[in-house]
């Protein structure tokens, strides 16, 4: 059998796993400088934790997990035999992967209410996954990195998560635009066109408007109802680019003002302490998520065309689902795949990364091999990362293995290293060869 591995899913070579593990800790750095704390779930949520709290299409997307031993054998054989997979499915799978980590997060809160501290500033560096059609940036298995804040309304939370965003890209030097809307100014073009009824509906279809261009929501509109006149007023109240400008259209539409309010007041906070990167107002903005209920955020690399890199936003009733209500949180999603996927592409990771070792030494015999075993052992207690070839094989074969993988030096050990407490010392980019003591080494190094 050849071997493979499941679609939208992905190997990692070493210098991948040590290029990612750089994009999660420049993340994680600047997560715990802003105080967040990390917390872990499981990879697996029972069903009626994740479904209905992403809409229907999250819904469909969710990775269902078959029930332990023989699964059909509490099926619903009516659902069986009429095929029909929704009403099979609670019969046959009780478990899902978690589709993202923030509803496992508001199951984790209510759970722990009485071990934590509000309002709790909570960070998690998890792989998420997701029944998505695999094409470029978008994968079946993913990690993401998520930071939220849950026990207070502060608008204060919105400016810095922002600023957690501008930082961590700055950082990793990837140039983006931080997009920033609010679900209650969606709300407001639903009130101004009259279709409050239908507000998840237009959601829905405005989140395509990137994807599908105008007509194309227009269409999906039509589909759900929503007349062509009506749906050119809510493209038209998509053109609005600043606050001043849409009050006026918002003058008889209360939610929609209330919106308008905590955007100025998530700006008093944050245009305070500036940018890196472009933060800009999209009204189109409209994050697909059911539970988003104020500020939201999306994140788009300049210089790569791909996804969304990050988004998140405030949802005030998550935790009600689970029997906790009056709990607001705010929270921000890095896509790691994605990121990793753009930083690749403009080639901009460190070049140091794959270098994990400093030396690997080599030996011409067996003996020469024991010495440089001794070695080896001097430079680790030193806390300096080193390798010593396996074998006392030939010199050639041994230096070949240095110089594959990237290590910046090999230590040649010889009858005359060995005779005189020394280390020939190769610098594989310039040639250049000294003797030197491990001491030394361990001075110059450490």
């Not at 957690?164 to 066109?193: C, M, P, Q, S, T």
């Not at 910046?408 to 030197?436: C, H, R, T, W, Y």
């Amino acid at each position: 059998m050849k071997p493979s591995i499941a679609k939208g899913t992905r190997d990692f070579l070493p210098d991948q796993v040590l290029k990612r593990k750089y994009i999660f800790n420049t993340i994680e750095s600047v997560f715990q400088t802003y105080g967040y704390i990390p917390i872990e779930t499981p990879a697996m949520e029972k069903l009626e934790t994740l479904t209905g709290k992403y809409g229907e299409e999250g819904d469909r997307l969710l990775f269902k997990v078959l029930n332990n031993g023989d699964y059909l054998a509490k099926a619903n054989e009516q659902a069986l035999a009429d095929k029909n997979s929704q009403k099979l499915t609670a019969s046959i799978s009780k478990r899902g992967m978690r589709y993202d980590l923030t509803v496992p997060f508001a199951r984790y809160v209510v759970m722990h209410q009485n071990d934590i501290q509000f309002p709790f500033k909570r960070y998690q560096i998890q792989p998420v996954w997701r029944a998505d059609r695999p094409q470029k940036g978008r994968y079946q298995e993913f990690y993401q990195c998520d930071v939220d804040v849950v026990g207070t309304d502060s608008l204060m939370c919105e400016a810095e998560l922002v600023k957690i965003y501008d930082e961590v890209f700055d950082k990793l030097k990837v140039d983006v635009d931080i997009k920033v809307n609010n679900r209650k100014v969606l709300f407001g073009i639903a009130e101004a066109v009259g279709i409050e009824d239908q507000f998840m509906d237009m959601t829905i279809a405005i989140d395509k408007l990137d994807k599908i261009g105008a007509q194309g929501v227009l269409q999906e509109l039509a589909y759900k109802d929503i007349d062509g006149e009506k749906g050119q007023q809510i493209l038209d109240l998509l053109t609005i680019t600043g606050l001043d400008e849409l009050a006026v259209a918002f003058e008889h539409c209360e939610t929609g003002k209330k919106g308008i309010e905590e955007l100025r007041q998530f700006h008093h906070y944050a245009d305070g302490v500036g940018f890196t990167n472009n933060v800009v107002f999209d009204i189109s903005l409209a994050r697909g998520l059911n539970y988003y209920t104020g500020c939201i955020f999306e994140v788009k690399a300049k210089d790569v065309e791909i996804g969304s890199i990050g988004g998140g936003g405030r949802y005030d009733e998550l935790t009600s689902v689970f029997g906790m209500k009056g709990v607001s949180g705010v929270g921000i999603s890095f896509g790691a795949a994605r990121i990793f996927d753009v930083m690749e592409e403009l080639n901009i990771f460190p070049s140091t990364l794959a270098n994990q070792s400093k030396i690997i030494f080599c030996a011409f015999d067996d003996a020469c091999h024991q010495y440089a075993y001794l070695q080896t052992a001097a430079l680790r207690k030193a806390g300096i990362a080193c390798e010593l070839y396996p074998d006392a094989t030939k010199m050639k074969k041994q230096m070949k293995y240095v110089n594959e993988r990237g290590i910046p030096f090999a230590g040649i050990i010889g009858d005359q290293e060995m005779n005189s407490g020394e280390i020939m010392l190769k610098n594989m980019e310039s040639g250049e060869q000294e003797k030197v003591t491990v001491e030394q080494l361990i001075e110059r190094w450490k």
